[in-house]
C-alpha cells in the first residue's frame, strides 16, 4: 500500500523570519506576559487598600480578582480563534491596547460596582 500524496504537489515552505525580527517578537510577548503577570500581583497587593478606602466586603473584593480572572480564562479560547480567523497581529494589538484603556479607566473608579465589572472586562 503507497502512502497517501497531498492533493496538491506545489506545497510552499513556510516564510523564514530573521533573527532581528524573531527577537523583537519575542520581547514583545515576554513583556506582555509581564503586564498579565503585574495586573494580577498588584491587585493583590491592593485589595486590602480597596477594601478600605470602598467599604468592600471580602465577597466583592473576591470577585475582583475572580473575575479577572475567570474572563480571562474565558475569553483565551475566543482570542485564539479570532486570531485564527482575522490577522493575528490585528487582534494582539486590539487585545493589549484594551487591556490598557479599561486598566487606566478602572484607575479612576470609586465606587464598588464599577470596578469589579471593569477589572472583570479587562480579564
Not at 497587593?45 to 480597596?50: E, K, Q, V
Not at 480563534?81 to 494582539?92: A, C, G, M
Request: net charge positive.
Amino acid at each position: 500500500m503507497s502512502p497517501l500524496l497531498p492533493l496538491s504537489t506545489n506545497i510552499h515552505e513556510p516564510q523564514r523570519l530573521s533573527l532581528a525580527r524573531k527577537l523583537i517578537l519575542l520581547v514583545m510577548f515576554c513583556l506582555t506576559q509581564f503586564i498579565d503577570t503585574l495586573s494580577m500581583s498588584a491587585l493583590l497587593s491592593a485589595i486590602p487598600a480597596l477594601e478600605a478606602s470602598m467599604g468592600m466586603t471580602e465577597i466583592q473584593s473576591t470577585w475582583v480578582f475572580s473575575g479577572f480572572r475567570l474572563t480571562f480564562s474565558s475569553f483565551l479560547l475566543i482570542s485564539g480563534r479570532l486570531s485564527d480567523v482575522y490577522n493575528p497581529k490585528t487582534v494582539f494589538i486590539g487585545g493589549v491596547s484594551t487591556l490598557g484603556i479599561l486598566s487606566l479607566c478602572a484607575g479612576f473608579v470609586y465606587t464598588t460596582v464599577p470596578i469589579l465589572v471593569l477589572r472583570a472586562r479587562v480579564g
